[in-house]
């Protein structure tokens, strides 16, 4: 395992501090963006799993899936 001196995440968190839920919300939803569009079959299979079934997208469609921390 990585020591945290090398993980960015770590890293950027001591500018988010008393701030946990936005940090990770806008964590979570870099990285599944970042799935859609480079790895859309684990993209896919993480939603359906997360919304325990709920979300069934097929491959195909994955970059049409929008990615809101905010509800407009």
């Known amino acids: 395992m990585a020591s945290p001196e090398n993980n960015l995440l770590v890293r950027l968190h001591k500018w988010a501090r008393r701030q946990d839920e936005n940090f990770l919300t806008e964590t979570f939803a870099h990285l599944l963006l970042h799935l859609l569009w480079e790895e859309p079959?684990?993209?896919v299979n993480?939603?359906?799993?997360?919304?325990?079934?709920?979300l069934v997208i097929p491959v195909r469609e994955s970059r049409?899936?929008?990615v809101r921390t905010q509800h407009a």
């Open 41 to 43: 079959e684990a993209a």
């Open 46 to 54: 993480l939603l359906q799993v997360v919304t325990a079934g709920f």
């Open 64 to 66: 049409a899936v929008e």
